[in-house]
């Protein structure tokens, strides 16, 4: 099966998972792992054409 997207995290994005502990950061990049692969509304929230809010 074929991701529908990629992930690609910005220099802020990657401090900000560096201060988390490893339980939390974990769990969201389990989470982006999940929503590649599956529509879940509990993940992903779609606001227009190409925006998407988690």
Known sequence: MEPKF????????IDFM?????KA??????NLDKAKFENDPKLFKKLA??????
């Open 6 to 13: 990629d992930v690609v995290f910005l220099e802020e994005a």
């Open 18 to 22: 560096s201060k988390l502990d490893a």
């Open 25 to 30: 950061r974990n769990k969201i990049y389990y």
């Open 49 to 54: 054409d190409d925006i998407w809010e988690t």
